[in-house]
Nanobody, 124 residues
Framework: QVQLVESGGGVVQAGGSLRLSCAAS????????VGWFRQAPGKEREFVAA????????NYGDSVKGRFTISRDNAKNTVYLQMNSLKPDDTAVYYC?????????????????WGQGTQVTVSS
C-alpha cells in the first residue's frame, strides 16, 4: 500500500505561484504514474495534471495548460505541481493519486491510491 501526503497549499493572491508536493511512503513512487486532481466546493472533481513513471510523458487539463507544470523526483519519492499565474478559479482542494498503470491518466478510475488533499485558495 502507498501512503500519499500532499503539502504546499495555502493562500495566495491572483497572479501568484505555489508549488505543491506529493510525498509517498510505503512503496517506491517510481513504480507509479501520478496524477493531480482538484475539487472545489459544489463542483465535481477535475483533472489537473499527470505524469508517467519516468516523467517522459505528461498530460494537463485544459484549464491549467501553460500555467501549471508537473514534475517528479523519484530519488526523493516526490511529485511536484508548480502552479503559476494562479486565478481565483484555481481555488480548490488538490489531491495527488497514483496508478500502477503507466500512463498519464486524466480520469480518476485508473488511480489506486489517493492522498488527503491540500487546500489552495487564490484571492482576487
Amino acid at each position: 500500500q502507498v501512503q500519499l501526503v500532499e503539502s504546499g497549499g495555502g493562500v495566495v493572491q491572483a497572479g501568484g505561484s505555489l508549488r505543491l508536493s506529493c510525498a509517498a511512503s510505503g512503496r517506491t513512487l517510481s513504480n507509479y504514474a501520478v496524477g493531480w486532481f482538484r475539487q472545489a466546493p459544489g463542483k465535481e472533481r477535475e483533472f489537473v495534471a499527470a505524469i508517467t513513471w519516468s516523467g517522459a510523458n505528461t498530460n494537463y487539463g485544459d484549464s491549467v495548460k501553460g500555467r501549471f507544470t508537473i514534475s517528479r523526483d523519484n530519488a526523493k519519492n516526490t511529485v511536484y505541481l508548480q502552479m503559476n499565474s494562479l486565478k481565483p478559479d484555481d481555488t480548490a482542494v488538490y489531491y495527488c493519486a497514483v496508478s500502477i498503470l503507466n500512463a498519464a491518466w486524466s480520469s480518476p478510475g485508473p488511480y489506486n491510491y489517493w492522498g488527503q488533499g491540500t487546500q489552495v485558495t487564490v484571492s482576487s
